[in-house]
């Protein structure tokens, strides 16, 4: 860990969950900020296409439909393991 990350890790372990939680939200953001603008449209265009084809695996036998219960417990577990 570079000196100046140990430092900003030191002076967060002070701080009260609510403001760690709100310093990472924030530190979080930072990692969206990008030189290029991003265009909303283009973005729900993708996603749209990426649901279709979900759909259309679906609706051929590719692709099972689970539950959103069973798609969250995925998704805990996920984050529960090692990395």
């Known amino acids: 860990m570079a000196p100046e990350v140990a430092e900003l890790m030191k002076s967060a372990r ?7 939680a ?3 939200y924030q ?6 900020e ?3 603008p ?6 729900d265009a993708a996603w749209n ?3 279709a084809e979900r759909l259309g ?22 984050y529960s393991r090692p990395r």
């Open 27 to 32: 530190v979080l953001l930072t990692l969206d």
């Open 49 to 51: 296409a990426e649901a």
């Open 38 to 43: 991003v265009d909303q449209a283009d973005i």
């Open 22 to 24: 709100d310093l990472a």
């Open 57 to 78: 695996e679906h609706m051929r036998g590719n692709r099972d439909a689970i539950s959103v219960e069973e798609s969250h417990a995925q998704i805990r577990a996920s």
């Open 34 to 36: 990008s030189d290029e």
């Open 14 to 20: 002070a701080l009260s969950r609510e403001q760690r």
